[in-house]
Nanobody
């Protein structure tokens, strides 16, 4: 089993920055990809960014150029640096760990959510 502990989040003004962290423990060897999802009120959960064990990254269009996902293998931690935040980025953000087929990400382990609120 993989355990994920999320930290970061909070309230920030539009244009500001936040960094989320997600520390993994347990069956680390089984993790081949990690990602960040978010869910805004009344909306479906959506993949924001993902990174493979090889370092390949994937972003949803709305955050490209503003968000950066990175991974510290030594600390078993993945980060989401969020810059130029917009009110529409307001959501609960979740960390996930799982696999990558070469085409699709599949995540079976989830961390607790953290609220990100961007005020206008």
């Amino acid at each position: 089993q993989v355990q994920l502990v999320v930290s970061g989040g909070g309230l920030v003004q539009a244009g500001g920055s936040l960094r989320l962290s997600c520390a993994a423990s347990g069956s680390i060897f089984s993790i081949h990809a990690m990602g960040w999802y978010r869910q805004a009120p009344g909306k479906q959960r959506e993949l924001v960014a993902a990174i493979t064990s090889g370092g390949s990254t994937n972003y949803r269009d709305s955050v490209k150029g503003r968000f950066t996902i990175s991974r510290d293998h030594a600390k078993n931690t993945v980060y989401l640096q969020m810059n130029s935040l917009k009110p529409e980025d307001t959501a609960v953000y979740y960390c996930a760990a799982g696999d990558y087929s070469g085409t699709y990400f599949s995540f079976g382990s989830w961390g607790q959510g953290t609220q990100v609120t961007v005020s206008s």
